[in-house]
């Protein structure tokens, strides 16, 4: 929300910006924003929100420029790291190539092997832990789909 009002106030909030990154001697670029058609936009978010923590937490932290309620917590930015962290490597495995239909099971296997690695992990604050066993349900009910999908069968066959 914060990189949407930056963009969306040329006058006031993207100076601001600007200024923060300008203060921290950091190059002047936009944050990117996360969308949802885009499955990796999530993963560049929180990479540059967490690369750029300096300059966030000067302008959420200005009272005057309205954007104190999302300011982060110590805890909040742990969190927001740990997710990245996690994130980066579905990331790095789907830009390697473009998968196939062939590689989707393998591909399944191995994303979930990872997830449950992370979700046993007591490194990981309970809130990652319990959004990685969230996001292993939805894997196995995708991967449970391909059981009646007959394109899925034929590409196997």
């Known amino acids: 929300k ?3 009002k930056l963009i969306h106030s040329t006058t006031i909030l ?4 600007h200024e923060a990154l300008h ?3 950091m190059s002047i670029m936009l944050m990117p924003r996360n969308v949802a058609m885009r499955w990796n936009s999530t993963f560049d978010m929180l990479n540059y929100a967490v690369e750029h923590r300096k300059a966030v937490d000067i302008v959420t932290q200005h009272w ?4 104190c309620e ?13 997710l990245r962290d996690i994130l980066k490597y579905t ?3 789907f830009s390697r190539s473009m998968p196939n239909l062939t590689t989707v099971i393998p591909a399944m296997d191995l994303i979930h092997d990872e997830l449950t690695s992370y979700s046993c ?7 990652i832990r319990a959004a990685v066993h969230l996001a292993k349900k939805i ?10 999908s007959e394109v899925y069968r034929i590409a196997m066959g």
């Open 2 to 4: 914060v990189a949407f």
């Open 70 to 82: 999302f300011e982060l917590s110590d805890e909040e930015w742990d969190i927001a790291g740990q």
């Open 64 to 67: 005057d420029l309205g954007l």
């Open 14 to 17: 993207l100076p601001a910006w």
């Open 121 to 127: 992990n007591l490194k990981y604050l309970p809130a």
């Open 139 to 148: 894997l196995n009910r995708y991967y449970e789909l391909t059981d009646t």
């Open 91 to 93: 990331t790095l495995f």
């Open 23 to 25: 203060s921290l001697k």
